[in-house]
């Protein structure tokens, strides 16, 4: 059996504004119909025997991360939190002890979860061919055969096919190489034994813990005590994070594939991308007759080899050519195509600053559904709201403030102090400061209502939850 490991723990800092640390790249649908997390998981669906879904990710991201996997996949196998970002032989480590305790004899396919792969039967039919290799205990990585010198990605070069007893196609791995300059790049091209490294990898869960012990027994001890001290916390595994974050970091490539001998290397053509800029993905985009991607409300004059990303309002460029110009409800980019790398320094420097929009949307999720800042001032601050149904905030009061609560849309259930009460569009309820209150949907459609806000501290953490269906 094949276990998919999706790695789902990525920020995508060079895809600002769209991607933000609380709702990254993986979460967002940029190149397909469903997330990227989800067209990850769609793309196994075509291996034979694929087993359950295992995934490891950001703590803060759980329930986002769980309810795109419940909307496509009912078999679940586990979702693995870390509290700190360790890199990925860490993350690997902790979730091949939880694939081998319930299939021991499992292969796991380690996928990250924000890639682009156009051609999902031919991304199968590799996966198929390594299973072979890793089932005799190799550790098998993918090769994209590269068909341009790109100097953004490391190499792998790979030895010659069919020798270390592997099975015919699949060659053992020579050497791995660190992102090159554009000659080196072009000879590699050249040489036709050189393929891009994609950070996908396929063995089984006692063969990559069996390298790490003899490579990096450090880090396995740490992984093993996460595990041991790990929490239940709902279907999330929350993994201890004394222990974990005094795990050492480290790559998958590093800690284990460039030490071992067992490495192999199929090749693959499917269509990958990395989608690591916007740049990338303009390239995988459809483009217009001028070269343009355009998404969302958008007008252009004499606009050439762009891409252009609307997501609230009209957004109209003249005699730009080679730009990145993307738009969302509280911050605009606009970037020359080739220096969109750049980007991830202007993250830097707004948290640096304390600024929210590296860290947030003003559409804010959470597990019962989303709540965006309209406007705001010293002592007053207007949201909407939209609870999905079943939802249910925590049981709550604030210290600081006051609400007034006006349903536009769906039927509220709320607990005012002492009071049940149900709301329907046009009623409304006040909450003074320091009540005991509660919101609920109970119909089936989603619940919208304008909250007003008023009072001294209108900031989130004025907050005392005392019953909460979400753990938090």
Avoid at 10 to 21: F, H, I, N, Q, V
Avoid at 330 to 348: H, T, W
């Amino acid at each position: 059996m094949i276990i998919p490991v999706i790695l789902s723990g990525g920020s995508g800092t060079r895809l600002w504004p769209l991607s933000r640390a609380m709702y990254p790249k993986q979460l967002l649908s940029l190149a397909g119909n469903g997330t990227m997390l989800q067209e990850t998981v769609a793309r196994t669906t075509t291996i034979p025997d694929i087993g359950p879904v295992f995934c490891v990710c950001n703590e803060e991201h759980r329930f986002l991360v769980a309810e795109q996997l419940r909307q496509v996949t009912p078999n679940i196998g586990g979702i693995i939190l870390e509290p700190v970002g360790r890199n990925t032989a860490p993350a690997v480590a902790v979730a091949a002890m939880q694939v081998r305790e319930q299939f021991p004899d499992a292969t796991m396919l380690i996928l990250p979860a924000d890639h682009v792969i156009r051609n999902p039967d031919a991304f199968a039919q590799a996966v198929q061919q390594g299973a072979r290799a890793a089932e005799q205990g190799a550790l098998v990585t993918f090769g994209v055969v590269p068909d341009a010198p790109e100097t953004g990605y490391g190499y792998i070069r790979a030895g010659k096919p069919g020798t270390a007893n592997l099975p015919q196609g699949i060659s053992p791995v020579a050497e791995f190489v660190e992102k090159p300059d554009r000659a080196t790049a072009e000879q590699y091209l050249e040489a036709g034994t050189y393929y891009w490294n994609s950070g996908m990898f396929l063995f089984r869960a006692d063969r990559y813990l069996e390298e790490l012990q003899e490579f990096n027994p450090a880090m396995l001890d740490a992984a093993r005590q996460a595990i041991d001290k790990a929490a239940r916390d709902l279907d999330f595994l929350r993994l201890d994070k004394d222990t974990f974050e005094a795990c050492p970091a480290d790559s998958i490539d590093y800690a284990v594939m460039e030490k071992t001998t067992r490495a192999a290397v199929v090749p693959m053509d499917a269509g990958w991308n990395d989608v690591g800029a916007w740049s990338a993905l303009w390239g995988v985009e459809s483009r217009n007759d001028e070269g343009n991607v355009m998404k969302g409300d958008i007008i252009t004059r004499d606009v050439h080899n762009s891409y252009l990303h609307s997501t609230s309002r009209l957004v109209a460029a003249v005699g730009l050519e080679n730009c990145v110009v993307v738009e969302t409800s509280d911050a605009v980019l606009v970037a020359d195509k080739d220096r969109v790398q750049d980007v991830k320094s202007i993250v830097e420097e707004l948290k640096t600053t304390g600024r929210n929009e590296a860290v947030t949307h003003q559409r804010v999720y959470r597990p019962w559904g989303s709540y965006e800042t309209i406007d705001y001032a010293d002592r007053y601050q207007v949201k909407r709201i939209v609870v999905n149904p079943g939802g249910k905030l925590s049981l709550q009061k604030h210290f600081h403030r006051a609400e007034h609560w006006v349903v536009v849309k769906g039927t509220a259930l709320i607990q005012n102090g002492e009071k049940d009460i149900i709301l329907k569009e046009d009623q409304s309820t006040y909450i003074p400061m320091t009540e005991l209150h509660r919101l609920e949907n109970p119909g089936k459609i989603p619940l919208e209502l304008i909250e007003v806000q008023t009072g001294s501290y209108l900031g989130e953490d004025d907050i005392v939850r005392y019953d909460d269906q979400y753990g938090r």
